[in-house]
């Protein structure tokens, strides 16, 4: 049995229901925002798809604006290879700013998953706090996010309440505004006690180097302002041409993401704070993550950068609804890890690609058209053919009968026989029952 079905097997009930009923709500909720949002949500997605294209045919010049424009605002931008390299740049920054031992504070970011660095700040010794309602809640039961837009889409309201009771941030509560705020008086202290602030980014304007973060509750806001010294981590493909894309992306990222017109906060950077300004970072560093990005742009898998990590093809997935996030194996899930990850980290993960009913759900919610479907057979294919993927069913036996008339039509004979042998697929189906007729007898007497 492959990883995949083995977690879903073993999966407790209550947390698949979780995940199936907030996948199955954000669903509906982003078809009625976008129809509300958009007179035309199609001529909205192909308007996104054709600039983030571009933003992949261009990625070179634009990047190289991106950040001539940062230095002229004062942002001071890093270069990282890989994750390795990317947690090397991230720790001299902090040990530059401040000791061991020190409060670090970090909004939500997919790309600081991404390069593990929770765990490097940790064993250099600095109090890494998620200050996301959910990262946050991740990081105390010493778990791993589950969908990249809600975190905890397989946690309810009583496993968080016995959390914090546990972990000392509040008395047991059922009611989520009372575990809201219990959550909020804790972080405040951190974000008051913090040195540096860690953050992703949404898009980076290549135009005017402005960095733009979205988020619903206000902890990116304070992570990215209290602390002398803000680092936004993104990966390169992050940018965009102007500032005139920005509305079109803003408004379809939060519909697709959480159906709402807009998020709670748009938060636009354009530098450390300005002497007359009351507060803001004395520094601000971004740090430009490559980690396969480039290699990905180069092969056959280029269109998945197009992402712009709104998780609506997760939600609508049927695999990703059965299983949760933590079933793929990777940060990234759903149908766009089931791309990304082998993408990133090479074919050796393809496995992955399995996971998928190839419905083609994920291609028509996505708000940048990413052929989801026709990327993950292509993984497949590439997958059999260099044996990371190795099919349990011996095919060569089914081509062998499907491509020799007469063996099709006898064995077509045996169909109401193949429910009576077991086989791992008709332990969970039922058979479609034949009514009797036959095709080919029906086809001859029609022609
Ligand atoms: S692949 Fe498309 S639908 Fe999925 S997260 Fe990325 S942008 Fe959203």
């Not at 860690?198 to 990116?220: D, W, Y």
Request: net charge positive; hydrophobic share 40%.
């Amino acid at each position: 049995m492959n990883p995949f079905d083995a977690f879903v097997r073993n999966l407790d009930p209550a947390t698949g229901k979780s995940v199936h009923d907030a996948s199955a709500t954000k669903t509906q909720q982003r078809i009625d925002t976008l129809s509300a949002v958009f007179p035309d949500p199609e001529s909205a997605r192909s308007a996104a798809a054709r600039t983030r294209q571009y933003v992949l045919d261009h990625l070179k010049p634009l990047v190289l604006s991106l950040e001539e424009q940062c230095h002229k605002n004062g942002i001071v931008v890093h270069w990282a290879r890989d994750a390795k390299e990317a947690r090397s740049v991230i720790l001299g920054l902090c040990r530059q700013s401040c000791r061991p031992g020190a409060v670090i504070v970090k909004a939500k970011s997919m790309a600081t998953e991404e390069i593990h660095l929770n765990h490097a700040l940790a064993d250099a010794g600095y109090d890494v706090v998620e200050t996301d309602l959910g990262e946050f809640v991740v990081q105390l039961d010493h778990d791993t996010p589950s969908h990249i837009v809600t975190p905890i889409i397989h946690k309810n309201r009583y496993q968080v309440a016995r959390l914090f009771e546990e972990n000392n941030i509040g008395t047991y509560t059922e009611k989520p505004e009372e575990l809201t705020s219990q959550a909020r008086r804790h972080l405040r202290t951190q974000f008051r006690r913090a040195e540096v602030g860690i953050s992703g980014v949404n898009f980076a304007v290549a135009e005017t180097g402005r960095l733009v973060l979205v988020e619903n509750e206000g902890n990116s806001r304070l992570s990215t302002t209290a602390p002398r010294v803000h680092i936004a981590v993104m990966g390169i493909e992050k940018v965009l041409p102007s500032e005139a894309d920005l509305p079109l992306f803003l408004r379809l990222l939060a519909g697709s993401a959480t159906g709402q017109r807009a998020t709670v906060y748009t938060h636009f950077i354009h530098g450390p704070r300005k002497p007359e300004a009351l507060d803001g970072p004395d520094e601000v560093h971004l740090v430009i993550l490559d980690n396969g990005r480039l290699d990905a742009l180069a092969g056959p898998y280029r269109d998945i950068l197009r992402c712009i990590r709104c998780g609506a093809c997760l939600n609508v997935c049927p695999v990703y609804r059965q299983g949760s996030g933590h079933a793929y194996g990777h940060v990234y899930s759903g149908p766009l890890g089931a791309v990304l990850a082998p993408a990133l980290e090479g074919v050796g993960l393809a496995a992955i690609a399995k996971a998928s009913s190839l419905c083609g759900a994920c291609e028509e919610v996505c708000p940048v058209k990413i052929p989801i479907p026709e990327l993950l057979l292509h993984l497949r294919d590439q997958g059999v053919r260099e044996k990371t993927i190795v099919d349990p069913i011996p095919w060569s036996g089914f081509v062998a009968v499907a491509t020799r008339a007469y063996l099709w039509r006898t064995s077509l004979q045996a169909v109401p026989m193949a429910k009576l042998v077991p086989n791992p697929w008709s332990r969970h189906r039922h058979m479609p029952r034949r009514d009797g007729r036959d095709f080919r007898r029906w086809f001859r007497e029609r022609a």
